[in-house]
């Protein structure tokens, strides 16, 4: 069974970066080459939402509120991905978690927060 790990969250001062880690065991082999990655956020009293995707092949895309600003990315080797979070605002606040759905099931971590704040 997956198990996805984040790490990375904390306070981060408005305009500064950080950079949060997923990590995925119980992955069998090196198919983890093969998993679509993402990254969700959740703020209080708000839906969870999609921040950031990761094909198997590469492709990214992200949401319209953090488009030029976050960088989602993956070591196969390692069995991590990752996200670059610059210039953040306030609104980044929130919890984040990864998840991936290599087949029927759908994985999720346990989320680690950040909090934007001054």
């Known amino acids: 069974q997956v198990q996805l790990v984040e790490s990375g969250g904390g306070l981060v001062q408005p305009g500064g970066s950080l950079r949060l880690s997923c990590a995925a065991s119980?992955?069998?082999?090196?198919?983890?080459?093969?998993?679509?990655m993402r990254w969700y956020r959740q703020a209080p009293g708000k839906q969870r939402e999609l921040v950031a995707s990761i094909s198997s092949g590469g492709t990214t895309n992200y949401a319209d509120s953090v488009k030029g600003r976050f960088t989602i990315s993956r070591d196969n080797a390692k069995n991590t991905v990752y996200l670059q979070m610059n210039s953040v605002k306030p609104d980044d606040t929130a919890i984040y978690y990864c998840?991936?759905?290599?087949?029927?099931?759908?994985?999720w971590g346990q989320g680690t927060q950040v909090t934007v704040s001054s």
């Open positions: 119980g992955v069998s082999g090196s198919s983890f080459r093969w998993y679509d």
């Open positions: 998840n991936t759905q290599p087949a029927v099931v759908l994985y």
